[in-house]
């Protein structure tokens, strides 16, 4: 049999009055994007005929994408192609190994017997061939993903020659290492998930990655026109799916095109309406499998609910062994009529002496459909408990990508099975109860005996709180198929922030996330990485967002629409737009914010000089209406073009000036530039003479302020009722009214962006002041410390170590430990118990009139009102009430001293808090050859100084500690290497305020080991990963290091002694702080107040309190970036520092 004839039996089913159609009939190429390797190239659109239109493409290409993208398709019109004579200038041989059929074999083959079974050749004629042709030689690899790398197959010794013997997962990989037949060329297709996994093994001097995005609008058209033939039908059924934005998305995958073009097909002749009911992907395939039993399925010799059945056992089958292709014995264990079945296709697989026949699915998606069709169709026991190990295999997956294949030898294999089960759990929330899927059971009389809806939102509803960055789209999608508005609502209501920022969208993932958001009235915080055409989809259902981040492609005139949603005085209040660096080098960014009715809105990026970046910065300032009366798109557009020009130049400043000037209701703008020229100056006295409501005008320039150009702007504000500022290269302009001999500071000109009231200053909140107490005696037998601290003045004061905060009304001394809590104390107090260390607080010299206790939980309102404060005395015990909770702290006036410790009510089921995970290792000596690693779970607000105390004799290890961990559950350690002794091998999780804090776990290992990885389960939730796997270095700091220590003291020294300019005058705060968050050197808690204030100088005081907190590390790290950010204010106070050591 020849290849044209071959795969021209290959046919698509219409289901229409019998008629077939080949797939090469209906062959449409959908749009495929081609990326090199190294991504140092340009994205670009390609076609088929560019991987092999001339002798400089790559030896090896690989075609990706998803489930249905027409992956298969394209390799055999490749082969149709070839067989026609179009590649055979190129290529005298191509062999077509398809991975799924190589999955059936179980005996080890060589290549030569691979490559025969692949076509009619003999092994001589191959070998012959090959020996004559092997620079003209293209091996298509189809389904890649199908492989199966089992540890046993990953240790095989490859072979070495064409004859020696493998099995074929091995032979497959040394074609694609190279080792043999290195010059031959290769096409490999495989699904996305696997795309890593292949280019670690393609071991060619050339090759390059090709992502099929799918059919665009006129392929979608194109393949209506070749499906329906008929004009009057393809119009029809073509504008009707045109109509349907959501419907005609989905259309871009290929399979799914083909499904709902036969859906119309076969309604056309009952007369339907074609396009109803066909909302989410498992709407679609329900009414797939309607259609074709309704019209189909009168001959078949079971009835539809026995059909389904046996269709959902062999899918569930395959499933369970990573099968898609199934004998004929196995079948006919399952399917009565399977030739006659319009769910499964028959063909003939060559074996070594015999035809073999076999039986596939219509497409792998059908059989994933089949399976949780299934499972919705045992009785209730049953159906539970294999829902529940999907789902558990799923997470499983999940959770192990998160560990390396080193770590874990089965990790790949569980990873992949993982990605390749949730197409079922999405079906399976589409065929929770919803109308569609009612009348297709009714209508089929099949009888479901459970309801797996509440099964799945529960988990669903976990998920989203687990998984709130890495699975979050998927969550989303899940949501989708279940289309119930009110429990989407509920879910996306609960979470505090939605980060979907590092995930590449598709248009049907937009289409996914407007439904979702429109089903929620608000967002908390939503992350997104967009591109312009994304925008238009999502736009309507972004401004129910509270605070909302997008990295764009690049500013379009669609970011004024966000900018004046911020103005319209519904819900945005924080706004932040950036454009991916990699696409724009000017790092244009937009961020604005909204309290007490005022809208301050930021806009900066870089004009690209010939020398260096130089930033420009615009600050508005205004009532929330008349951000409303600003025509954004003139601004955006013309800040934009400021980047353009040439260093020195002023021109588009002055445009934007002008557009400023039609603004009505402005208060104060603040503008960076690279230069204050004399026509600037004129732009911005025409300015404050048409904008009455302008109060406050800045500029800064980066190059040194001309004499003449302050002469002149003096001369032109003589007459006017403003005053002048003029510190170093920065102007500031004020209303004389407005000014106030704080605002005169010579230092307050070094801040660009100013954020105060025009009328008058408001006095600031108030600030905690970090102070570390002194240590003045130690109780050796009840293993208490008493700390000491005398404050100056009144004022907040919050101890570094414990994070207690003592508010005083004046000076005094404060003497304050840690002491056990006596359980019988909160007998009489119902369901209370500790929820944090219970403190003895003295005061002399003075009075405090407010205690802020640190807690632990997760801040929602459940837990605000759960907490309360012990104030014990003797053997009495008053239950304190708080005035306020915070996100950290639980505040009460206090009037009196004794004891005073957190206690909330016990909650069932309880939820978890902030915890952590404390490293201590034992001391050894010269003859031990083991040594012990203690492992304390341990309640955030156990300060760690206290554990160090009471284990002084042990050596702390530093390490990431933060988790949440919820009391009561049991928990375990997964260690690597394996093997090491671990006691206890589970223990519970509980609140633990004992002032001893003895070890959760202990780690037994040879003295010889200096590293190990420690990871924490969650064995009451399925193993789940509640701390991921760190390294853990028992190696001490040496010699070596003393350097190290030396420059750190010396960072830390300037950062204390120039506490007072630095608060002044340090401008870029926030991109610092963004910073030592991403080094866990900041706490989301006081990154957030730091986010929160609305002048530099307030954000910088709350910064300095991380800094003494965090010591010498934090301050040098700091240090860091002030010189990478602002070298010029660390070169001035350097130089400044070191003249008055002189």
């Excluded at 749009?31 to 190294?38: F, N, S, T």
């Excluded at 799914?256 to 309406?273: K, L, P, Q, S, V």
């Excluded at 603004?663 to 048409?690: A, E």
């Excluded at 000596?925 to 083991?930: D, G, H, L, P, Y």
Aim: net charge negative; glycine share 4%; proline share 4%.
């Amino acid at each position: 049999m020849s290849v044209t004839q071959m795969y021209e039996m290959e046919r698509s089913r219409t289901f229409f009055s019998g008629e077939q159609l080949s797939k090469a009939a209906l062959y449409t190429e959908p749009v495929i994007i081609q990326k090199d390797k190294l991504h140092l190239l340009p994205v670009t659109e390609v076609c088929v005929d560019h991987f092999f239109g001339d002798l400089l493409n790559p030896l090896a290409v690989i075609l990706q994408g998803s489930s249905g993208s027409g992956k298969s398709s394209i390799a055999q019109r490749i082969m149709l192609d070839w067989a026609s004579g179009k590649y055979l200038a190129k290529f005298y041989l191509v062999f077509h190994l398809k991975c799924e059929e190589l999955m059936c074999f179980s005996e080890e083959m060589s290549l030569i017997d691979l490559l025969s079974w692949s076509c009619s050749l003999t092994s001589n004629e191959i070998i012959q061939m090959l020996q004559r042709f092997s620079l003209k030689v293209l091996f298509i690899i189809d389904g890649f993903e199908e492989l199966r790398f089992t540890q046993d197959i990953t240790y095989t010794p490859p072979p070495t020659d064409l004859h020696q013997k493998a099995p074929p997962e091995v032979s497959v990989c040394v074609l694609l290492k190279g080792q043999i037949l290195p010059d031959s060329f290769l096409l490999v297709t495989t699904r996305s998930s696997a795309t890593q996994r292949l280019n670690n093994l393609i071991n060619r001097p050339q090759c390059c990655t090709n992502t099929i995005v799918g059919f665009p609008k006129k392929k979608i058209e194109e393949y209506f026109q070749k499906f329906f033939q008929d004009e009057e039908l393809f119009r029809k059924a073509y504008e009707s799916v045109n109509l349907n934005e959501t419907l005609l998305t989905v259309c871009s995958i290929p399979v799914i095109c083909w499904i709902i073009c036969t859906i119309i097909r076969e309604r056309f002749n009952d007369g339907a309406d074609i396009t109803s009911g066909l909302e989410t992907t498992t709407s679609i395939y329900v009414e797939f499998v309607s259609t074709l039993l309704e019209h189909h399925g009168q001959g078949l010799n079971e009835s539809v609910p026995n059909l389904l059945r046996s269709l959902g056992q062999l899918a569930e089958r395959g499933m369970l062994k990573q099968q898609v292709l199934f004998d004929e014995k196995t079948i006919q264990e399952t399917v009565q009529d399977p030739v006659n079945n319009p769910f499964l296709n028959k063909f003939l697989l060559e074996r070594r002496i015999k035809q073999e026949t076999m039986f596939r699915f219509v497409h792998l998606s059908f059989q994933k459909f089949f399976t949780a069709l299934y499972f919705v169709l045992l009785d209730e026991d049953e159906s539970q408990k294999k829902v529940r190990e999907l789902l558990h295999t799923v997470e499983r997956g999940w959770a192990l990508s998160s560990w390396s294949a080193a770590e874990f030898s089965n990790r790949d294999s569980e990873i992949r099975k993982s990605n390749q089960l949730q197409s079922e759990i999405l079906f399976l929330c589409g065929l929770c109860k919803n109308e569609t899927i009612d009348s297709f059971f009714k209508k089929h009389n099949v009888t479901v005996s459970i309801n797996i809806e509440t099964q799945m939102k529960e988990w669903i509803h976990q998920c989203s709180l687990r998984y709130q960055h890495e699975n979050m789209m998927f969550i989303l999608h899940c949501l989708y198929e279940l289309h119930e508005r009110s429990f989407i609502g509920k879910v996306l209501g609960d979470l505090v922030l939605i980060d979907l920022s590092n995930i590449s969208l598709n248009k049907t993932d937009c289409w996914v996330l407007r439904f979702c958001f429109q089903c929620c009235e608000r967002i908390r915080n939503l992350r997104l990485n967009v591109t312009s055409d994304h925008l238009k989809i999502l736009q309507p259902a972004l401004c129910s967002c509270e605070e909302l981040w997008l990295i764009f492609d690049h500013i379009s005139d669609d970011v004024g629409d966000f900018i004046l949603a911020l103005g319209d005085g519904k819900i945005m209040n924080q706004l932040m737009i950036k454009v991916d660096k990699n696409k724009n080098r000017s790092c244009p960014e937009i961020i604005g914010s909204v309290k007490d009715g005022v809208v301050t809105l930021s806009i900066s990026c870089s004009k690209i000089s010939i020398n260096r970046p130089i930033p420009l910065d615009l600050t508005l300032i205004c009532p929330r209406p008349a951000i409303c009366t600003i025509n954004w798109r003139d601004v955006l557009q013309t800040f934009m073009r400021c980047t353009q020009e040439p260093e020195g130049s002023d021109k588009e400043v002055f445009a934007l000036l002008q557009v400023l000037r039609s603004s009505s209701g402005l208060k104060k703008i603040h503008l960076q530039v690279d230069i204050l020229s004399d026509t600037l100056v004129h732009t911005i006295i025409s300015l404050i003479q048409t904008c009455p409501s302008l109060s406050e005008l800045g500029i800064k320039a980066i190059l040194t302020l001309q004499q003449e150009v302050i002469q002149t702007l003096q001369e032109s504000l003589t007459d006017m009722d403003w005053m002048l500022n003029i510190w170093r290269t920065s102007v500031l302009l004020k209303r004389d009214k407005d000014s106030t001999e704080e605002e005169l500071k010579p230092e307050y000109m070094e801040e660009v962006l100013v954020h105060v009231s025009s009328s008058k200053l408001q006095a600031p909140g108030p600030t905690n002041s970090m102070f570390t107490p002194e240590l003045t005696d130690r109780d050796e037998v009840k293993g208490e410390n008493t700390h000491r601290f005398v404050s100056p003045h009144a004022g907040q004061f919050q101890c570094s170590l414990t994070n207690l905060v003592f508010v005083m009304e004046g000076k005094g001394e404060m003497l304050y430990k840690i002491v056990p809590w006596d359980p019988r104390l909160l007998d009489g107090l119902g369901q209370m118990q500790p929820a944090g260390p219970l403190y003895n607080i003295d005061c002399f010299e003075g009075s405090i009139s407010q205690l802020h206790l640190p807690h632990c939980e997760i801040f929602s309102e459940e837990n605000k009102v759960s907490l309360a404060v012990a104030h014990i005395t003797g053997d009495n015990v008053e239950v304190l009430q708080p005035l306020k909770v915070s996100s950290t702290h639980v505040i009460i006036n206090i009037t009196e001293f004794s004891l005073f410790g957190l206690i909330k009510k016990i909650i069932y089921p309880e939820s978890p808090v902030r915890s952590q995970v404390l490293f201590f290792v034992r001391p050894t000596s010269v003859k031990q050859k083991e040594k012990i690693l203690d492992v304390h779970l341990l309640p955030r607000n156990v300060p760690l100084s206290e554990v160090k105390i009471q284990h002084k004799e042990n050596r702390h290890i530093q390490t990431s500690p933060k988790c949440r961990l919820t009391p009561g559950r049991e928990y375990s350690l997964c260690c690597l290497p394996e093997g090491l002794k671990v006691q206890p091998e589970n223990e519970l999780f509980e609140f633990d305020f004992d002032p001893n804090f003895h070890p959760t776990f202990e780690v037994i290992l040879d003295v010889n080991i200096e590293e190990i990885k420690l990871g924490l389960l969650d064995r009451t939730d399925e193993e789940k990963t509640v701390w991921t796997p760190r390294q853990i270095f028992f190696t001490e700091s040496g010699s070596s290091t003393d350097s190290t220590a030396i420059i750190k003291d010396t960072e830390s020294e300037f950062v204390d002694n120039n506490r007072d300019e630095l608060i002044q005058r340090v401008t870029s705060v926030m991109a610092i702080a963004d910073c030592l968050r991403s080094k866990k050197m900041i706490t989301d808690e006081m990154w957030s107040e730091v986010h929160a204030e609305n002048t530099h100088r307030k954000q910088m005081r709350i910064l300095y309190m991380v800094l003494i907190s965090g010591g010498s590390s934090v301050k040098a790290e700091f240090y860091k970036l002030l010189k990478e950010k602002e070298p010029h204010l660390v070169e001035s106070l350097e130089s400044s520092s070191s003249t008055s050591a002189q």
